[in-house]
């Protein structure tokens, strides 16, 4: 069947020259050669001699099922890339075919390039294949240390959603994106596939996705294989592609291959170049059409090859090629077993490794000569090497945004809102190279100043009725967490900047994509030639401490206790209290390379504690003494100290801190406010931690500390539990009781209220309760009465502050 | 348009009588009014006196946009259940339309029964309306306190998972999901479509999608809703549906909307059963067609309604009606607003209330009537409630399965090997109740033995070179987390049993609908109505110490971090050590209710500790001294404490112990074994905690600790700060170090390995050194050895635990 020509490209499958043929046959040879070499031979890597057990590594690693088939993919992207000078990425979802990144990096020379060691000769030829799977060497996935990568192989689901992210404002790039018909089963990646309702034609470059439907995963067939291809069809049109199929109905006949897949292609380019050209155009005539059913079909390709394709067709007596039993190492048993090491070197041999080579191991001229130059080679792209390409930030003054605190907790402010102004104004000043991300809550989480900036990106239908919804914008907005962080990875590796907005809660739905975006970076920072990229900012709202009628489903603080895990050098999490403190932390993590930041503040109008240079000073600090909130007398120890993390928090040891200065004028009471919440670790755990020394400075060394944090209260332990004082450490926080309820019920839900924490200072500072008898009576008293005010109203005391504060 | 014709039903859209379109509106109506009620009224729930200020809620919470939508479908879904008798679950994706499911609920009666505080009455009336979004009341999203819910309606994007896992196994049920075009954004739910492939039509009931196109979500229209109806088509179409639209084109046209849906339902039900007819006389007759061509096109259908349909069509000027404005509270402000307030009460009194409550406030007759009998009620259905359902499982005695062990630590099994041969034995006994859900892993998790009990399932084409695939079966293999934990909740939240097994690195993915389903189980557990249900119960396998070539990504033991943040009474964590101790604790598990259950087991063969007697004592116990490792005098202390949890670990923490009483023979070492990791907590913080007198029996009350744990190092600090010899605790576990490498080699990086695990002890033990001068060189240069073996070899020293152990 000429899937091409029904396709209705204008390309015949006969337009490939000959020669052309043969440069592709070549190239694939070439790269399969490298790959069967990288997963099984740890010496004689040129079969100059008959292949020995001895050559052979002893335990055998590696997917060859998906690597003939990226090799053959990536052959045809380099005729195309040179043909038209076409500048491309190259994203593989079936992430374990990573010995084909490998070898076609090498076989353009840009790994050894970068890894001088790898020499193109038999000896880096016999370095390449060792350090495959290897201990301390490369894993068997496309990873950070893979040249031209920007999407970690291991994990699937993602490739998409990094492609699209790439592709944003580059408008001259294609981005070929290989999605497996594995990873297409999952939940995010079937959600990826509507990124074609947020990609503009003009000003964002293109993604060529490219199905590759080998038909099997581990053990199983693939859903997407097992479709009548009139189905997978509606399916992609449906999703807004116009897909191109290309069967490879006989795998001997490479030839055919090559010409059918060559011209599914061009005419796939061609599309791209119609469909952009078109549209920039309009755009530039300004006639673009505002109905979204213009929305342009983008061409995609669906490549069906078999599993292990150019492999071991039959191994004991079993069918391989094309079947799931090609998916890691097709022969195994070497060393035990001589028909398979014959079998091996016959595959070996199949490829013809004496023409491909010279005498000296370097590959020859005319292998290579398909490679593009410089820049053009995918492995080489600056794109998959974004700090290449990063240009720092043009930000605000935040002392513009400040605003005045004529005395601490009096006036209240909306934290979040007056963020939205500052961010308004860094996407004014950077109108290229930072995108805001989230998932349908940026105005929930009432950022919408940025609104009077710039639009929400939309390619589909427009009506009316619609706000602040326009082709181009800098604000994605899908109803997918995985799809704004997936983007936002690409994004960022790419060489820009980004903020991800969301509920605290659901955040966890990307706990797994964080997982591999702190790995990477671990390892990316690891690597002299990866470049410093723009840290990954999470702006987390609506929190566990504000859900209304929300309730129990929307309280969880967690993600930061899954962030801490990861290695310290890349993760930082702050908890801001107010607007000035939240502009001032933004400014800071806008600032950084290669972390991980994570901010958590709350969206309602809540009190507001320093004044622009207070709030600028504490932030550098990260945390500090409120003199203002305590009562201390100068030179004396206090006797207990009231640490605080997190708004809500902070607002609530605040008020008791006033309440047992008015009702016990003695008591002497340190109020420690901590922002930047890795502070609290040691210096040798963290490189924000604090010594021992000022640690103690702080928190003393044996008065009691009573500690409200806004998350899981023995996350606070974890962090400092080497530090002198942690005996005398006593920590309130979400312990989850959670129901439908007011701000401050939940407080007093979790006993992290004012009233509570008040009686956890009777609890541990003695002499208190004498000088004043009733004193726990009355706080005992008065959270009855809070409690029974919220349930008699359905709101908290508005007056409560007034009586405690 | 015509759609309904258009989609070939067999019915007109003019067959409804008017009397069953006059039934349905009542009933409509009066959803609508108590879903209005529920949102605004504290007061005058009946209208009797014109509406004040003071009747309404003071802080206004809920979702008006979703939910006369829900109440429409429920009155269409009773009818057709009272004309068929058709047994129906009713899932709700646009979760946050819980008036409408509480509505109904009362309607039906169901809620009176199950809350008798709210009274069918006036004064009842008034209840439900408080009670909602109110402190301390119902949230305003589906939850366990919704009668007829299985699906928590805050998080989205599980409802297709749900329903599907609810079908499997349930041949006389169909299911009405309901499916947001919010919703429908989210990855997991994108990936839930595919679900067709793997439904059986003879054994399984069925799922019936609505997908529910009110065009916008908080902030935005939604992808769906804007593509163009014949995209829409062909993307159901090719994924194995046969939609049926239905378009309110005259949002005031009601009879027509109810003829035109009830058209589309009775033909969506019709083809239902003609598909389960067909197959299942198929099957019958022994004429089941291999081919997956012809695989059946499941009705749906595609409702398009107006957002607020029936509320406020202009709100100050701007519509409101079928834009994102009706998305929560239509109508604002109402104490400071008198418009708004006359718009609120002209709102209600549009329902007709007298019309539809008798003078005591209990619903007419004619409008209940529409309400099917007793357990027919999709709120009174045990299928929502399956604890009421719930078999318990028949187990297989684990003593047969157990094997022999002469002696500790000197043969090797693989501990999931022989536990598939258990879980075949479970399937055998269990073949309608159970089945084991895993994204494409349970072969390689080494659990093959249950094939021979058993099958793949799989609708679509089947070839001759599949293995364990067949139309019926007792696995479920997809490459999707997401889609593998939604089955499982479903399928478990309707009374049957199972278990997830997974990779532990990836079971990240599904952090967050764990966290839903640990919140569902709490709530549900307080409520005396809903019965107990089987435990979820994870089975991770492939964890961090064998990762080998997948390296540095597939490197993460943090989920049981995640897991141990829920509440105590419903998480559990085990890590038993070898072949038996996990036989018994999946024996354990599997006999529990309402818990969630994390196994963690390697797969790669391992030494084995513990025989059949010896295994099932320390199992019951949850920890344990270990004599045979140690070196203890009988009534002395030992001179410190090994202690060990998870079977990487345990195999280095014996072979320290045993290299040290070789090195130092009056060492008195006491080896302590955890599989119930809870154990480690106090008796006041988990039911499963050790109180402090049991741990200082255990872990002595000052003699050094070494302990080496599975997963991250803090985590044991975080259980066991608490008691009394807890700064004598050094842990040892995985920190993030990590690549492609052996797991002895792992091991090393981490510092968890015998030799390090030695030093510690040395460190820790003051006068061994004295004893035994040059030990610490001694052990030092064994690391240097292992390693220098390993990178030559690229595997591990064989040798290693002959020369240690």
Known sequence: MDSIAGAGGAMSPDHLPDEDVDALEQWWRAANYLSVGQIYLRANPLLRVPLEAGHVKSRLLGHWGTTAGLNFMYAHLNRAIRERRQQMLFVTGPGHGGPANVANAYLEGTYTEIYPDITRDEEGLARLFRQFSYPGGVPSHAAPETPGSISEGGELGY?????????????DLVVACVVGDGEAETGPLAGSW???????????????PILHLNGYKIANPTVLARMPEERLRKYFEGLGYAPRFVDVADPRDHAEAHRRFAGALDDCLDAI??????????????????????????????LRSPKGWTGPRVVDGLPVEGTWRAHQVPLSGIHENPEHLAQLEEWLLSYAPGELFDDAGVPRADVVGLAPQGELRMSATAHANGGRLLRPLDLPDPRDHLIPVASPGVERAGAMANLGVWLREVIRLNPENFRLFGPDETASNRLSAVYEATDKVWQAQLLDVDEHLARAGRVMEVLSEHLCQGWLEGYLLSGRHGVLNSYEAFIHIVDSMFNQHAKWLKVHRELPWRLPVAS?????????WQQDHNGFSHQDPGF????VNKKAEVVRVYLPVDANTLVCTMDQVLRTRDYVNVVVAGKAPSLQWLGPEA???????????????????AGEEPDVVLGCAGDVPTTEVVAAAAMLRADDPGLRIRVVNVIDLMRLQDDREHPHGLTHEAFDAYFTTDRPIVFAYHGYPWLIHRLAYRHTNHPNLHVRGYIEEGTTTTPFDMAMLNRIDRFHLALDVLDRVPGVEERRPGLRARYEERLVRARAYTREHGEDDPDIDAWTL
């Not at 509507?194 to 060529?208: E, K, M, N, Y």
């Not at 078109?278 to 995609?300: E, I, N």
């Not at 999470?538 to 929190?543: C, K, N, V, W």
């Not at 709030?615 to 007398?633: K, P, Q, R, T, Y």
């Open 194 to 208: 509507q990124s074609t309702a947020f990609i503009d034609p003009v000003h964002d470059g293109a993604v060529l």
């Open 560 to 563: 930061i206790d899954h962030v």
């Open 159 to 171: 490739s998409l959603a990094h492609a699209y992210g790439a592709a944003f404002d580059n408008p």
């Open 536 to 544: 990954l900012n999470y702006l987390l709202s609506s929190h566990v």
């Open 273 to 302: 170049r119609e469909v952009q050209g078109l549209a920039r155009a309009r755009s530039k005539a300004g006639t673009v059409p505002a109905d979204g059913d213009g929305q342009p079909a983008w061409p995609m390709i669906v």
């Open 615 to 633: 709030a600028a000073a504490h932030c550098a600090e990260g945390l500090g003494i409120w003199d203002f909130a305590g009562s201390e007398v």
